[in-house]
């Protein structure tokens, strides 16, 4: 688990760039918050507005990036003072936080900008938990989260705008085909209000002040999962990455909370952490989470070991919530979204083909290292949506070995595909008839698998496979080496019969 999240490959370092970005921008928003004079309590509320900023505006462009950055106000800000405005009110407030939850959820159907203002609602509102905000503390609150915001885009558009150089690509929205219930975003809607509604029962029965953690818990197990079985895998890593978290806090949060410059130290390389795991490792990522929040209590004045032990109570009942949910109500199976991921994570491969060809040929605009990114994040999701099948206690042996057969060969492809753009990189690689002709059968392979119609030139009769290559020609070898595992591909993916992968 160690190894995946650190040693993963990080092809442009877009990851090391990410993580350290976010740093830097939540740095920059939590001292301005300070020179100010703001509260902790607002520097905290800050803080989070430009982590949310940072980490969930996903959208494929520069522009379109700025545009939900300044959209993100005109959801937080109302829903920050409802959820003030009804600190006193119980049942409304609950009521509230379950609409949020619903509504949130729902707006993954608007693809990454949808994503990231549900998120941000959401956040808004828990924080609001967290803080037991009031409403005497709006203004204050409403000035730092403006004034953060404003920081974090500083960085992402001003200072660190690396965007403009190597596109980041937005994680693949979830397959949403049919309408009303038919349509996945829908149904998960319903299922993450009923699941928040049982953990935000029975949290209250544990704790009649941390209860939100446990709503908390089944949000972040319905982010970026598409059907039962990614949710059943996110539920169980969420709750093992706050154990792991939890004990680590015993070790660092506990002894050192006190300390304001170690305790800034821990949150700045839990934020460094968050950002860096994320797209390879959620039981990481929540380990992260889980040292900063306990940071954050340290800071307030409240943390204890018996408030760590009740974050981990409120943690297994929100995933079980979400777990429940999504195996009782409205099911989405994981056959239905599978094939999607897998056939997504293929175009990225034809897309990399291609733009590593017009680099060869001259073209200085093509950037085979911007679709390998995007390959990688493709491939993420294909892991994600086939961790049920393959999971050690997984006991579907058949559909477990067809599941790691394309794994497999898909992290073949990916390989393939990093080595190719790391040539094609390269001033003195050139362009010449053969590579234009294994370009083409790498593209023809891909859509083969996929049904779609050829974009490529006629291929003549009898016309055979190109030779092994030989020499320097890693060009040449890279794209056999595509070539072959697309073709072995088409095994387990059993297309001839059109069955599904997860089926």
Request: aromatic share 6%.
């Amino acid at each position: 688990m160690l190894k995946k999240a650190f040693v993963t490959p990080d092809p442009g370092r877009v990851r090391l760039r990410f993580a350290t970005r976010g740093v830097l921008g939540i740095a920059l928003a939590v001292a301005l918050c300070g020179a100010v004079g703001h509260s902790l309590v607002a520097a905290i509320t800050g803080g989070l507005a430009a982590l949310l900023a940072l980490f969930t505006v996903t959208d494929a462009t520069v522009r379109g990036q700025a545009v939900t950055t300044a959209l993100l106000p005109a959801v937080g800000l109302p829903v920050l003072a409802l959820a003030a405005v009804l600190h006193d009110a119980p049942v409304a407030r609950d009521l509230a936080f379950l609409a949020t939850v619903g509504a949130g959820v729902y707006a993954r159907r608007w693809g990454p900008r949808g994503h990231s203002l549900g998120v941000f609602g959401f956040m808004t509102f828990f924080a609001a938990q967290f803080l037991h905000t009031v409403p005497a503390q709006l203004p204050e609150l409403y000035a730092a989260v403006l004034l953060s915001l404003a920081a974090a885009s500083a960085v992402r558009f001003g200072a660190w705008c690396y965007e403009r150089r190597s596109p980041v690509p937005a994680p693949a929205p979830a397959p949403t085909g049919g309408t009303g219930l038919r349509r996945i975003t829908t149904r998960q809607a319903v299922q993450a209000t009923v699941g928040a509604g049982f953990a935000l029962a029975i949290g209250q029965v544990l704790s009649d002040e941390r209860w939100y953690w446990a709503v908390g818990a089944t949000w972040w197990v319905f982010v970026n999962t598409s059907s039962r079985g990614e949710t059943v895998v996110r539920g169980f890593r969420r709750f093992l990455g706050t154990v792991l978290g939890i004990v680590l806090g015993f070790l660092v949060a506990v002894p050192l909370h006190d300390e304001p410059v170690a305790a800034a130290v821990i949150v700045a390389l839990s934020v460094f952490g968050i950002f860096y795991t994320a797209a390879v490792s959620y039981t990481w990522m929540m380990l992260a989470v889980t040292v900063m929040a306990s940071m954050l209590y340290g800071l307030l004045g409240v943390l204890d070991p018996a408030l760590l032990a009740l974050r981990v109570s409120e943690t297994a009942v929100g995933s079980l919530g979400a777990v429940l949910a999504v195996l009782l109500v409205l099911p989405v199976t994981t056959h239905s979204v599978t094939d999607a991921w897998v056939e997504r994570a293929l175009w990225s491969v034809h897309a990399c083909t291609a733009e590593a060809a017009s680099r060869l040929a001259g073209s200085t605009e093509a950037d085979p290292a911007a679709r390998v990114a995007e390959l990688e994040t493709n491939l993420g999701r294909v892991r994600l949506s086939l961790a049920p099948l393959v999971h050690p206690l997984s006991p579907m042996k058949g559909r477990k070995g067809r599941a790691r057969q394309v794994l497999a060969l898909l992290d073949d492809c990916a390989r393939e595909a990093r080595g190719l753009a790391a040539v094609a990189a390269d001033p003195e690689a050139s362009h010449d008839a053969r590579l234009a002709a294994a370009c083409w059968r790498v593209e023809a392979a891909v859509e083969a698998l996929t049904d779609a119609p050829s974009t490529g030139g006629p291929r003549r009769p009898g016309e055979a496979p190109a030779p092994e290559p030989t020499g320097p020609e890693p060009v040449l070898a890279h794209l056999r080496a595509l070539e072959h595992s697309l073709l072995e591909l088409a095994v387990p993916l059993r297309r001839s019969d059109r069955t599904p992968v997860g089926a």
